[in-house]
């Protein structure tokens, strides 16, 4: 039996296959995917890629070029391995992809996000959820409830990014924060400050689809940085001169950090959530003499993908205005990923069709 499944084989070459219909191993689940989000690094890796995925044999997963893609999807259970007992078929299910060694300094500390081997279903390990099936060791799905449609399901990676960060950071209801990054971490993480409580949420974002969307999930200001107003002389102005207590960085653009390093109050945090291209220049003595505190903030942990599920179920979040684009597997790459970098406007969080119906 074969099944289509979009693969990665180098940059700009993203194709739609056919290959062979994995079978179910123990400790395995079959998943029927339903919906697959296209994330950013999804994206970096067709521009500028491979990064993450690997050219050579990945260390805990011995997968390398060509690999399936997709790391963000809901799905239903279809088969499950011998040894696994807390899924049954016919669940429906997200995935959380990290892959882990279990053994490394990070890993026995419980920080297994932090894995120096780290690996990710749908980059470096296993099938992607861009296939018609897919399986993968049980211990990577987490159930969720009929009220989480599969497209919203589709967003629990990315929300979970948000929420741990958030969750890392010092801020507590009633703080001033700033995003800088309008795009899906930083529109979550916008949902997220919002639910927690935040006093005031200040979005850094030059593009303007992008502007409307913090604003529609509760940003009370957009500051744009292509605009002749000094961004830091902006966030102070807008707190009476105290500056942010916390700001989350989501762009991971050298020029934009240095823009808003100046608006930190004293004992202010910078959470980096950005995976950064290129090595940037800061003056780390803005940061030394008002004991600015820069914290990275690396994916999630498992008690993220929980609160996530369960903010989801209770309504407390609703993020169904950032899929911006529903598509088909065949059309992945012209009216996905290359959608993404020509209409980059007009899109937030688009969606692959796998097998929703």
């Given at each position: 039996?074969?099944?289509?499944?979009?693969?990665?084989?180098?940059?700009?070459?993203?194709?739609?296959?056919?290959?062979?219909?994995?079978?179910?191993?123990?400790?395995?689940?079959?998943?029927?995917?339903?919906?697959?989000?296209?994330?950013?690094?999804?994206?970096?890796?067709?521009?500028?890629?491979?990064?993450?995925?690997?050219?050579?044999?990945?260390?805990?997963?011995?997968?390398?070029?060509?690999?399936?893609?997709?790391?963000?999807?809901?799905?239903?259970?279809?088969?499950?391995?011998?040894?696994?007992?807390?899924?049954?078929?016919?669940?429906?299910?997200?995935?959380?992809?990290?892959?882990?060694?279990?053994?490394?300094?990070?890993?026995?500390?419980?920080?297994?996000?932090?894995?120096?081997?780290?690996?990710?279903?749908?980059?470096?390990?296993?099938?992607?959820?861009?296939?018609?099936?897919?399986?993968?060791?049980?211990?990577?799905?987490?159930?969720?409830?009929?009220?989480?449609?599969?497209?919203?399901?589709?967003?629990?990676?990315?929300?979970?990014?948000?929420?741990?960060?958030?969750?890392?950071?010092?801020?507590?209801?009633?703080?001033?924060?700033?995003?800088?990054?309008?795009?899906?971490?930083?529109?979550?993480?916008?949902?997220?400050?919002?639910?927690?409580?935040?006093?005031?949420?200040?979005?850094?974002?030059?593009?303007?689809?992008?502007?409307?969307?913090?604003?529609?999930?509760?940003?009370?200001?957009?500051?744009?940085?292509?605009?002749?107003?000094?961004?830091?002389?902006?966030?102070?102005?807008?707190?009476?001169?105290?500056?942010?207590?916390?700001?989350?960085?989501?762009?991971?653009?050298?020029?934009?950090?240095?823009?808003?390093?100046?608006?930190?109050?004293?004992?202010?945090?910078?959470?980096?959530?950005?995976?950064?291209?290129?090595?940037?220049?800061?003056?780390?003595?803005?940061?030394?003499?008002?004991?600015?505190?820069?914290?990275?903030?690396?994916?999630?942990?498992?008690?993220?993908?929980?609160?996530?599920?369960q903010a989801l179920a209770s309504g407390e979040l609703d993020p169904k205005r950032m899929i911006t684009s529903k598509i088909e597997i065949d059309d992945v790459v012209d009216q996905g990923l290359e959608a993404l970098i020509r209409d980059k406007e007009h899109h937030c969080k688009v969606l692959i069709?796998?097998?929703?119906?």
């Amino acid at each position: 039996m074969t099944m289509k499944a979009v693969q990665f084989h180098k940059r700009k070459d993203v194709r739609v296959v056919s290959i062979p219909e994995p079978e179910c191993q123990p400790g395995e689940v079959k998943i029927k995917p339903a919906f697959v989000g296209i994330c950013g690094t999804d994206l970096h890796e067709y521009t500028s890629g491979p990064v993450l995925i690997p050219e050579k044999p990945h260390t805990i997963t011995n997968t390398k070029i060509p690999v399936t893609l997709g790391h963000e999807f809901s799905g239903t259970v279809i088969d499950v391995g011998e040894g696994v007992h807390h899924l049954t078929k016919g669940q429906r299910v997200v995935v959380r992809p990290t892959i882990y060694d279990k053994t490394c300094c990070s890993c026995k500390g419980k920080a297994y996000h932090c894995c120096d081997n780290i690996g990710f279903i749908g980059l470096s390990g296993y099938g992607g959820g861009m296939a018609e099936y897919m399986t993968a060791p049980a211990d990577h799905f987490y159930c969720i409830p009929d009220s989480i449609s599969f497209d919203i399901g589709a967003l629990v990676e990315p929300l979970a990014v948000a929420w741990h960060a958030v969750h890392l950071s010092p801020f507590k209801a009633g703080d001033t924060t700033v995003v800088v990054g309008g795009g899906p971490i930083g529109i979550s993480i916008v949902q997220v400050l919002k639910l927690k409580g935040a006093k005031q949420i200040i979005v850094v974002e030059p593009v303007k689809n992008r502007q409307r969307l913090a604003s529609e999930f509760g940003a009370d200001k957009i500051l744009d940085p292509g605009d002749s107003t000094n961004i830091s002389e902006s966030i102070r102005a807008l707190t009476e001169d105290v500056g942010a207590d916390v700001i989350l960085d989501t762009a991971g653009v050298e020029k934009a950090l240095n823009s808003i390093i100046p608006a930190c109050r004293t004992h202010a945090s910078i959470i980096n959530i950005a995976v950064w291209e290129k090595r940037p220049q800061v003056d780390l003595n803005k940061l030394m003499y008002n004991e600015v505190n820069f914290t990275g903030a690396a994916l999630y942990d498992e008690q993220a993908f929980v609160d996530v599920i369960q903010a989801l179920a209770s309504g407390e979040l609703d993020p169904k205005r950032m899929i911006t684009s529903k598509i088909e597997i065949d059309d992945v790459v012209d009216q996905g990923l290359e959608a993404l970098i020509r209409d980059k406007e007009h899109h937030c969080k688009v969606l692959i069709n796998v097998g929703a119906g």
